[in-house]
């Protein structure tokens, strides 16, 4: 039976489109464990919304579903370490990138790509107009371009407020932030990233 996991699972050097954009499936290729045994499943919501391991998928023998607590029956190799991980991911309400974002920094767990954290480019299309709320709101409150009201996101210029930004307006603006959030001035970009992940896991 252990041997017999290493024959059924994906063969996936890669994390396709619909695992990016999915809310219920989680490649774990992306996740850095001990054992690479675990690198061509996926951890899925079932039908009880309670996370599995999918090791399989075929029409004729069904979904081959193990749930944290059984993998060591599976998998000679794999350590309580990497179990342990697994538990943690499967009792996540959602696999979407955002959220992913967020829990992955809470259990802290890094993952070995940070580019596996990312929508499908056709899904980043669809939530640009999400998106620009959020973009616009934080370069009028931390960088206050003069022109804030007529700036154009799709404009390739924009990016020059990012790089040649007014020091001293900046620093005074990211200090406001710092004041009315309650937080460390170094704290700002951190809080800002957290903030982002979840307005967009919402908006996702």
């Given amino acids: 039976m252990k041997n017999a996991a290493a024959e059924i ?3 996936a050097d890669q994390i396709s489109e619909f ?14 464990f001990q054992s690479d045994a675990l690198k061509g499943s996926r951890l899925v919501k079932n039908n009880q919304l309670e ?3 999918k090791l399989f998928n075929d029409a004729k023998t069904g979904r081959g579903h193990v749930s944290p607590e059984h993998l060591h029956k599976f998998f000679a190799d794999i350590s309580d370490s ?4 697994v538990r943690k991911l499967s009792l996540l309400k959602s696999y979407d990138v955002y959220s992913l974002r967020i829990s ?7 993952v070995e790509d940070y580019d596996d954290l990312k ?6 299309l669809e939530l640009q107009d999400y998106m620009r709320p959020f973009l616009s709101n934080l370069i009028v409150n ?25 020091i001293q307006k900046t620093r005074k603006q990211l200090r406001s932030i710092a004041g009315m959030m309650d937080i460390k001035l170094q704290d700002v970009p951190s ?12 908006a996702y």
Avoid: H, T
Wanted: charged fraction near 25%; proline fraction near 5%; hydrophobic fraction near 40%.
């Fill in 191 to 202: 809080f800002l990233q957290k903030y982002g992940d979840v307005y967009l896991s919402v």
């Fill in 142 to 166: 931390i960088f206050d371009p003069e022109d804030a009201k007529n700036f154009d996101l799709n404009d390739a210029n924009l990016l020059n407020i990012f790089y040649n930004p007014d």
């Fill in 19 to 32: 695992d990016r954009d999915s809310l219920w499936s989680l490649p774990l290729l992306m996740i850095p």
């Fill in 82 to 85: 990497d179990i342990n991980v």
């Fill in 9 to 11: 699972m994906y063969n």
């Fill in 104 to 110: 992955l920094r809470q259990n802290g767990i890094d």
């Fill in 119 to 124: 929508l499908s480019e056709n899904k980043q």
């Fill in 51 to 53: 996370g599995v391991v």
